[in-house]
């Protein structure tokens, strides 16, 4: 089942445990907008170039969209689609004023020059400038985008409606970035797992932890974990997977991979199949890379008592039934993964306002935040007596359906 038929799937069956009529669940479903552009460039060379811009907007009806922008040369519509109504659910759990959105550029950005990039970046800015806005759609960093391609945005955009540091976030600090925004995510992992295991009585303290993905949400949540006294005993990225059974030294490997750009030759671990990563003995798995890596063929030898989904859609929904029947507990990915989105918000007010926090500030209200947003999960799990991500799910669609009558939108 692909990212959008699993999402639909958990929608609809939290519509039905609301008792939201069809009508208005088909109208939360369909998104708000779905734009495509053309975006055609001189290269270095002198020769054109043409390239297809696109932004799905899914909801509005709780505030601006919010959600990346990817460059990619394998852009499929309906993961867009599917990740869009995602960040919708994303923010409606965390409580931020956001609905959801997703976009990008049909390319791949290691074919094109710097230069390049940033005319490839200016052009589709000028093709959809009128489509965001502060108070419309902001967008974000996303795969193959970075602060630098929002720094871009944000001066094409000021040029059509002046200086406006909030039509982006993930921007670089000297252009009204947040402080904390680098590390938000795996912080948020972090405060996200710290609420799960307390419910057990647990602490991160004295836990196993496998990280499958050691990019920055795998690296952040890796290096917060070991603080906290977690021992990371497995992770691995796309040049391999390692494993110490006595616990990784995470700052080492951190600097391990800065100089090799990966895990793979670190000396003070042994190498193990990537392909076996899911599988290690541990108390908490946590999936930091791609989407449907747990499915209905690997999930019954997952030896975790706690899945932590640090990206998007990492268990299938047969998965899902079949870890549930094992015994194991499931923090879903539209509250675990929502720290980036959190602080996205932090770094939009502080914008607005014209008035900057200090880092302190910001992993502050983000412990808030995730805290909460994991007590309000609780509380829907009680009220229909349901599993962790139906219960995220349904307090979220929840809140967007409640937001949707209020404004009067349910015909």
């Not at 290269?43 to 696109?54: E, I, Q, R």
């Not at 899914?58 to 990346?68: A, C, I, L, T, V």
């Not at 268990?315 to 879903?332: F, H, N, S, Y």
Request: proline share 4%; glycine share 10%.
């Amino acid at each position: 089942m692909n990212a959008l038929a699993a999402t639909n799937r958990n929608f609809r069956l939290a519509s039905k445990v609301l008792g939201i009529d069809s009508k208005l669940a088909k109208s939360l479903l369909i998104p708000f907008r779905e734009v495509k552009v053309e975006c055609t460039i001189p290269k270095d060379d002198g020769s054109l170039a043409t390239f297809v811009g696109f932004r799905v907007q899914h909801d509005n009806s709780r505030g601006p969209m919010k959600g990346g922008i990817r460059y990619h040369p394998q852009v499929e519509t309906d993961e867009v689609n599917a990740l869009a109504q995602l960040m919708t659910w994303k923010a409606a759990v965390a409580n931020i004023p956001y609905g959801g959105a997703k976009g990008g550029i049909g390319c791949d950005p290691s074919e094109l020059t710097v230069s390049e990039l940033e005319r490839l970046t200016r052009v589709f800015t000028q093709k959809i400038h009128d489509l965001i806005g502060i108070q419309i759609d902001v967008p974000a960093p996303d795969m193959g985008t970075g602060p630098q391609t929002m720094a871009w945005i944000l001066d094409e955009y000021s040029k059509f409606h002046g200086h406006s540091p909030a039509i982006v976030t993930g921007k670089p600090i000297d252009l009204g970035g947040s402080l904390g925004r680098e590390a938000a995510t795996g912080r948020g992992v972090l405060f996200a797992t710290e609420a799960l295991l307390n419910e057990y009585g647990k602490s991160v303290s004295g836990q196993r932890f496998v990280i499958q993905g050691f990019g920055n949400v795998g690296s952040w949540a890796a290096k917060l974990i070991s603080e906290k006294g977690g021992k990371v005993v497995a992770v691995s990225d796309i040049t391999g997977a390692i494993k110490n059974s006595q616990g990784l030294d995470i700052p080492s490997l951190l600097k391990h991979c800065k100089e090799h750009r990966g895990v793979r030759g670190f000396q003070g671990a042994e190498t193990i199949d990537p392909q076996s990563i899911l599988l290690q003995d541990c108390d908490v798995l946590i999936p930091a890379a791609l989407g449907g890596v747990i499915n209905k063929e690997n999930a019954k030898e997952i030896k975790a008592k706690f899945v932590v989904e640090a990206a998007n859609h990492p268990t299938d929904p047969e998965a899902d039934e079949i870890l549930k029947k094992k015994g194991v507990v499931i923090l879903p990915d539209i509250l675990a993964n929502s720290g980036g989105v959190t602080v996205s918000y932090f770094e939009w007010v502080q914008n607005i306002q014209g008035f900057m926090w200090d880092e302190e500030k910001v992993n502050k209200e983000l412990k808030t935040y995730m805290s909460r947003g994991f007590k309000d999960v609780k509380e829907m799990c009680k009220s229909h007596d349901c599993d962790l991500r139906m219960g995220a799910f349904t307090l979220a669609v929840n809140r967007v359906a409640r937001a949707t009558l209020l404004r009067g939108w349910e015909a």
